[in-house]
């Protein structure tokens, strides 16, 4: 893997967590604009992010780790 391959790869995910957090935010506002005060929508609509966040940071450090061994080759 090339550095330019992993920083696409740091790119995306980051762009993925960007837009991420971004429906994060918008779910935990009505369609008003007002914040959402309903203790159990609110709480599904951050662990639905908090496991999707998870998997994007876990993509940045398995394409560090694939990036390291193949340097080592």
């Not at 696409?8 to 837009?19: G, P």
Request: charged share 35%.
């Amino acid at each position: 893997m090339t550095e330019e391959k992993l920083s696409q790869l740091y790119s995306f995910a980051t762009e993925e967590i960007h837009r991420l957090t971004t429906e994060l935010y918008e779910s935990i506002h009505t369609d008003d604009g007002n914040p959402q005060k309903d203790w159990d929508t609110t709480v599904d609509e951050v662990r639905k992010y908090k496991k999707l966040l998870i998997i994007e940071l876990e993509g940045i450090k398995t394409a560090l780790k694939e990036f390291n061994e193949h340097c080592r080759e």
